[in-house]
């Protein structure tokens, strides 16, 4: 199971930093991840970092200004935000897979982040 924290409202050149703790067998963790939805929009992308190596990867739209990483002593990952636009408006869900050949799963509740202009 998956617990996603940190959302909040923020203005726009502002900085928040997501968490998502792990609960449960997060020994055959492969890979966490982000993902979020704004209003009326699919649920896109955003980055997924592998739990193992560290190896990271971002969305096009959040490189440079997002960054992810874990802890592994904490079974916690995180999605530090800077330079928050509007765009980024949406509710943060934070996934998992056990294997690179899975889709990622896990969905929580998400945590919303709110960039006013």
């Known amino acids: 199971q998956l617990q996603a924290s940190g959302g909040g409202l923020v203005q726009a050149g502002g900085s928040l930093r997501l968490s998502c703790t792990a609960s449960?067998?997060?020994?055959?963790?492969?890979?966490m991840g982000w993902f979020r939805q704004a209003p009326g929009k699919e649920r896109r992308f955003v980055a997924a970092?592998?739990?193992?190596?560290?190896?990271?990867a971002y969305a096009d739209s959040v490189k440079g200004r997002f960054t992810i990483s874990r802890d592994n002593a904490k079974n916690t990952g995180y999605l530090q935000m800077n330079s928050l636009k509007s765009d980024d408006t949406a509710v943060y869900y934070c996934?998992?897979?056990?294997?690179?050949?899975?889709?990622?799963?896990?969905w929580g509740q998400g945590t919303l982040v709110t960039v006013s202009s």
């Open positions: 996934v998992s897979r056990m294997a690179p050949t899975q889709d990622f799963g896990s």
């Open positions: 449960g067998r997060t020994f055959r963790l492969y890979e």
């Open positions: 970092v592998t739990w193992s190596t560290g190896s990271t």
